[in-house]
């Protein structure tokens, strides 16, 4: 597992696929923290960041995808998935390793935003004046909301060699689990097809986790997801391994 994290954390940084990621999202949230009209701190008053927390999730849901489709897509096109698949290495090392290194450099694309912390505790009067409880349930979400992207684009990866179509799916399903069942349960009125629903929707999940007050259960589902999804990304590659 750790020769193929190394593997794949040592391409990533020997392409410019990394460095293309990591420019293109702190672009993107820190025009819509600190520039943009309708969504800076600045104009809005207050020692907050609700906006990077609130929109970051919306730019995950398009960017891990475009991490993660070449996973094992890009193997399975070049052949070299099949001469892995020979080689002693277990089907679960293979997978795992392909998941963190995927996760570490998303991980590593959301380090930098911490200054944006930094900023805004010394912005605030008093200086410190911000929910530093609400920030640190807040990453946590976005931790474990990247993973569970990662793991689903990764299986997306896995289904098929054509990277574009694995990008897409990615994001369709991201963007189900993130917006899709939250916006169903709607429909439903209070009965328990709603509850349901809106349990098991990723936007529910992460913005309790942002309340400050970290709850297990909301950190177990996410958990759950990643599992659930790192399981049938196994499931496909040995299926192609018979």
């Given at each position: 597992m750790l020769a193929i994290f190394r593997k794949e954390v040592a391409s990533f940084f020997n392409s410019l696929i990394a460095y293309i990621v990591m420019a293109v999202f702190l672009t993107a949230i820190g025009l819509i923290v600190w520039v943009f009209p309708d969504s800076n701190i600045l104009d809005y008053g207050y020692a907050d960041l609700g906006s990077f927390f609130g929109l970051a999730p919306y730019v995950l849901i398009f960017l891990i995808p475009a991490i993660t489709m070449r996973s094992l897509a890009e193997e399975s096109r070049n052949g070299t998935l099949e001469l892995l698949l020979t080689k002693p290495i277990r089907n679960i090392d293979l997978v795992l390793g392909k998941f963190l290194a995927n996760w570490v450099l998303?991980?590593?694309?959301?380090?930098?935003?911490?200054?944006?912390?930094?900023?805004?505790?010394?912005?605030?009067?008093?200086?410190?004046?911000?929910?530093?409880?609400?920030?640190?349930?807040?990453?946590?979400?976005?931790?474990?909301?990247?993973?569970?992207?990662?793991?689903?684009?990764?299986?997306?990866?896995?289904?098929?060699?054509?990277?574009?179509?694995?990008?897409?799916?990615?994001?369709?399903l991201a963007f189900i689990w993130y917006v899709g069942f939250g916006a169903v349960s709607g429909m439903f009125g209070d009965g328990f097809a709603a509850n349901l629903l809106s349990g098991i929707a990723l936007d529910v999940q992460y913005q309790a986790l942002g309340k400050g007050l970290i709850d297990s259960r909301n950190v177990i589902y996410l958990l759950s997801l990643i599992i659930f999804f790192i399981f049938l990304t196994l499931w496909r590659v040995e299926s192609m391994r018979k």
């Open positions: 998303v991980v590593l694309t959301l380090l930098p935003t911490l200054i944006y912390y930094y900023s805004v505790y010394q912005l605030g009067n008093p200086v410190g004046d911000v929910d530093s409880a609400a920030v640190a349930g807040s990453y946590l979400g976005l931790l474990l909301l990247s993973g569970v992207l990662v793991a689903m684009g990764v299986w997306a990866s896995s289904l098929n060699d054509n990277q574009i179509v694995a990008f897409i799916l990615g994001v369709f």
